[in-house]
Nanobody, 120 residues
Framework: QVQVVESGGGLVESGGSLRLSCAAS????????MGWYRQAQGKQRELVAT???????NYADSVKGRFTISRDNAKNTMYLQMNSLKPEDTAPYYC??????????????WGQGTQVTVSS
């Protein structure tokens, strides 16, 4: 079983910065991909950014140039540096991990979410 815990959310003024962290624990053989998602009130969950084991990244157009995703493979930890935050970035942010716990068993785990609130 894989546990995923996010941290680092909070309240910040428009233009400010926050850094989110996502830590995975459990019987992890390998993590293939990690990603951040968010779900604003009344909207569908949307991709924010993803990163592969090799460090390949992908960003939503709305956050390109402002957010940076990174990971520490040795610690099974992922980060999201968010700069120039806007009120429309307000949402709970969720961490998603996909990988394997053995040769035959894969996992797709979500964290409980961390709230990011940007005031205007």
């Amino acid at each position: 079983q894989v546990q995923v815990v996010e941290s680092g959310g909070g309240l910040v003024e428009s233009g400010g910065s926050l850094r989110l962290s996502c830590a995975a624990s459990g019987s992890i053989l390998r993590i293939y991909a990690m990603g951040w998602y968010r779900q604003a009130q009344g909207k569908q969950r949307e991709l924010v950014a993803t990163i592969t084991t090799d460090g390949l990244t992908n960003y939503a157009d709305s956050v390109k140039g402002r957010f940076t995703i990174s990971r520490d493979n040795a610690k099974n930890t992922m980060y999201l540096q968010m700069n120039s935050l806007k009120p429309e970035d307000t949402a709970p942010y969720y961490c998603n991990l996909r990988g394997a716990i053995s040769i035959l068993r894969t996992f797709d785990s979500w964290g409980q979410g961390t709230q990011v609130t940007v005031s205007s």
